[in-house]
């Protein structure tokens, strides 16, 4: 192949994409702290303030207030098998229940008055764990009859649990929480560990997509911790980020996407060692973010009844010019070979496709691009902490 690299170098202050969330119009204003969309990105459901439980059957274009006289700040929703089935928790130890896909709610007795924040119910709707606290105390509840009857579990680590995770069966789980609170059980939550994630920020979100061994948490401070051990050691993975990040979803091993405070959302291509952020088109608090289904079709869900979607994966990688810009010569490879002087890279020097992932790790001299096909590119290596980013266009 004989191709043709024009390349032309934009400072960066940061990596945002380009504005493909779109709000959609939850017809509300109250605060949305979780999505579900259980078994495909056409019916979901999003719960909050004052009992709130809507639920959209088109893929987010209209949502409508479920009915019932339900107490309590809905906080978690998970419908574990398909839209029929489905629970929420709340405030003051509420749990309700439906059979009918939220046609009619039944509240179930917890036998707590702690406030709930989290669900967990891995492969159906009959045994699962619920989680929460209050400042000082901790509850960690289990059912193995579909929520008839709830068991409080034998830890209590002191702190609120915000995110509870069985990634592929009801015996191995595991749960985080406010100050560093990170636990791991094995026999079903009989007894728990305590893990050292390593660092004392508050732990929000959890997600273990594929198995019991790597895992991701979202914490406060931008941060993201990463174990491939089963928890045993975590690795943090700075997202860019600076203030409180609520939620963590990966749709498949590779990508990723947490959100937070101010609107951010930062996705990862690359098993959560690098994050770029994109463009929410919102400053609103998220709370909670799901990919369902696939890495394109997501919603993010968060204060004053901010609902989001993409169907894009987020957007690609979007140029924010500063005042200084600089152009490169015009560059010529031949057979596929990307040729580039030590000057324009760092060490940690990618090539991104338009849509942010990594399609290739550069290195100065040759580079073989010959299996990537005609289109624009980005090259990002950093600069003083700063993120620069070099348009690559790639003709045949």
């Known amino acids: 192949m004989k191709a043709c690299i024009l390349i032309t170098a934009v400072c960066l202050?940061?990596?945002?994409?380009?504005?493909?969330?779109?709000?959609?119009?939850?017809?509300?204003t109250t605060e949305l702290d979780a999505v579900c969309f259980p078994a495909d990105a056409v019916t979901g459901y999003a719960v909050g303030g004052g009992g709130l439980i809507l639920k959209t059957t088109d893929g987010g274009a209209t949502w409508d207030s479920l009915p019932g006289n339900r107490q309590g700040w809905q906080t978690a929703v998970q419908f574990?098998?398909?839209?029929?089935?489905?629970?929420?928790?709340?405030?003051?130890?509420?749990?309700?229940?439906?059979?009918?896909?939220?046609?009619?709610?039944?509240?179930?007795?917890?036998?707590?008055t702690l406030d709930l924040r989290a669900i967990s119910f891995p492969m159906d709707a009959e045994t699962g764990y619920i989680a929460g606290g209050d400042s000082g105390e901790s509850v960690i509840l289990k059912t193995t009859d579909g929520g008839t009857n709830w068991v409080r579990l034998d830890v209590n680590p002191g702190q609120p649990i915000a995110a509870i995770d069985f990634p592929i069966d009801p015996m191995t789980g595991f749960a985080a929480g406010w100050s560093g609170v990170l636990l791991k059980t094995t026999d079903g939550g009989d007894n728990w560990d305590v893990l050292s994630p390593g660092v004392a920020n508050d732990l929000n979100g959890l997600c273990f997509p594929d198995d019991p061994l790597t895992g991701y948490v979202a914490a406060s401070g931008g941060l993201v911790l990463k174990t491939t051990d089963g928890g045993a050691?975590?690795?943090?993975?700075?997202?860019?980020?600076?203030?409180?990040?609520?939620?963590?979803?990966?749709?498949?091993?590779?990508?990723?996407?947490?959100?937070?405070?101010?609107?951010?959302?930062?996705?990862t291509t690359d098993q959560g060692e690098s994050w770029f952020q994109q463009n929410s088109g919102t400053s609103d608090f998220l709370y909670s973010i799901q990919f369902p289904v696939d890495e394109l079709t997501g919603y993010a869900v968060g204060r004053n009844g901010t609902i989001i979607k993409t169907t894009d994966g987020g957007g690609g990688v979007e140029e924010t010019p500063s005042a200084e810009v600089r152009t490169a010569n015009v560059t010529t490879i031949v057979r596929?070979?990307?040729?580039?002087?030590?000057?324009?890279?760092?060490?940690?020097?990618?090539?991104?496709?338009?849509?942010?992932?990594?399609?290739?790790?550069?290195?100065?001299?040759?580079?073989?691009?010959?299996?990537?096909?005609?289109?624009v590119y980005f090259c990002t290596p950093e600069d003083g902490g700063?993120?620069?980013?070099?348009?690559?266009?790639?003709?045949?």
Request: no cysteine; glycine share 12%; aromatic share 6%.
């Open 13 to 28: 202050l940061a990596a945002p994409a380009l504005a493909d969330w779109v709000p959609l119009n939850s017809g509300t």
């Open 80 to 112: 574990p098998v398909d839209a029929m089935t489905g629970f929420a928790v709340a405030s003051g130890g509420r749990i309700v229940m439906t059979r009918s896909g939220g046609a009619a709610w039944v509240s179930e007795s917890s036998g707590v």
């Open 233 to 267: 050691n975590w690795t943090p993975k700075p997202t860019g980020a600076m203030d409180f990040l609520a939620s963590v979803s990966f749709p498949n091993l590779v990508t990723g996407y947490v959100a937070g405070a101010s609107g951010a959302v930062y996705k």
């Open 336 to 375: 596929g070979v990307l040729f580039l002087p030590s000057s324009l890279l760092t060490a940690n020097s990618s090539l991104l496709s338009i849509d942010g992932r990594k399609v290739l790790d550069l290195k100065p001299g040759a580079n073989d691009v010959s299996r990537l096909s005609p289109g």
């Open 386 to 396: 700063r993120r620069i980013s070099r348009k690559v266009v790639l003709t045949e």
